[in-house]
């Protein structure tokens, strides 16, 4: 850490986690522990990683903030006569057979 | 969609998917245009996100209901409609993005979080996850941003994510159609999603940067 804008104080971004280690977590445990899935024991542990540790909070955040912008790109809107449109293209291709 | 709907419908109607199968067989075009109206949003939802187009989505649309009135005779009752003709779907849709295009492609290590070598990550380079959801503009040019990073990656990986985190489907309904394990499924999608997540970032650290922000884990 070096500096951060304007001289402000810098943000304490060191891990401080002694038990599970941030690649540990962000890359093996964090699936199970946003999905709900993960024992509760290592839950705790992997908790009391983030109380530790705020470069894994912020990873949290983002990785969150990411499943948010996907569920974003679903096309909200579907062309309204598509139903009717897909019908009678397939009676036409069917109908030339 | 719950797995029990899968086989009565998603609609709440009397007739189950394999009804109409049935009676789309015995050439019921009655039941045609209701298989129709059950999942054409579906599968335009689908097909848009493997083709980022909305006309491309459409005539993909179409052709996966044509090669569904075709292939209706060789469905194996005993399986899961939607998961079959999910795959028939996906398939139309990738068949038409090879035509379209040779898609470029990244490997699924090229784009990970860093860690140092005693396993700390390397914080330098995360974006702001405030601005997914503050700022109106933002979140939508992240989105086709977002996109852009799912179009790079290989398709086993492009599916996962897409099924899961933008049509929020089932992970037991997403292994089935796609014939995998959910370890697997699990394995893939937290990979995409990391993916994603770094590419985003790598994309908000200029902005970090000319703001004079900076860190070292």
């Known amino acids: 850490m070096k500096k951060t804008k304007k001289g402000a104080a810098p943000p304490e971004i060191h891990c401080h986690a002694e038990e ?26 992997l908790e009391r990683h983030l109380e530790a540790c705020p470069p894994c909070v912020r990873f949290l955040d983002s990785y969150r903030a990411t499943g948010r912008t996907l569920r974003a790109l679903k096309p909200r809107e579907v062309p309204s006569t598509l139903a009717r449109t897909v019908f009678e293209f397939v009676k036409a291709r069917c109908a030339k057979k | 969609m719950s797995e029990k709907s899968v086989d009565q419908g998603h609609d709440g109607r009397d007739l189950s998917d394999l009804d109409l199968v049935r009676r789309i067989k015995a050439g019921d075009e009655e039941a045609l ?27 993909s649309t179409q052709d996966t209901f044509l090669t569904l009135y075709r292939k209706i005779e060789k469905f194996d009752e005993s399986k899961k409609f939607f998961s079959w003709f999910y795959r028939v779907a996906l398939n139309q ?33 995360w974006p702001d996850a405030s601005v997914a959801v503050e700022d109106e503009a933002s979140a939508r040019e992240l989105a086709a941003r977002a996109a852009e990073f799912i179009e790079e990656l290989p398709r086993a990986y492009r599916d996962v994510i897409w099924m899961a985190d933008v049509e929020e489907m089932p992970a037991a309904e997403i292994a089935e159609i796609l ?26 650290r200029p902005a970090l940067s000319a703001a004079g922000a900076g860190a070292a884990g």
Not at chain 1, 20 to 36: I, P, Q, R, T, W
Not at chain 2, 100 to 113: D, M
Not at chain 2, 179 to 204: D, F, M, T
Request: aromatic share 6%.
């Open chain 1, 20 to 45: 599970l280690s941030c690649k540990s977590l962000v890359m093996e445990a964090l699936y199970d522990f946003e999905e709900g899935t993960m024992p509760e024991t290592e839950r705790r542990e």
């Open chain 2, 33 to 59: 245009a209701q298989m129709i109206e059950r999942y054409h949003a579906r599968v335009y939802s689908l097909s848009y996100g493997v083709l980022r187009n909305a006309e491309d989505a459409e005539e």
């Open chain 2, 93 to 125: 849709a990738y068949s038409r993005a090879r035509r379209r295009k040779a898609s470029a492609k990244v490997s699924i290590q090229e784009h990970l979080p860093r860690f140092s070598e005693d396993g700390h990550l390397v914080s330098v380079d």
């Open chain 2, 179 to 204: 014939g995998i394990s959910i370890a697997a499924l699990k394995s893939r999608l937290h990979r995409a999603r990391l993916h994603v997540r770094q590419r985003l970032a790598e994309i908000s």
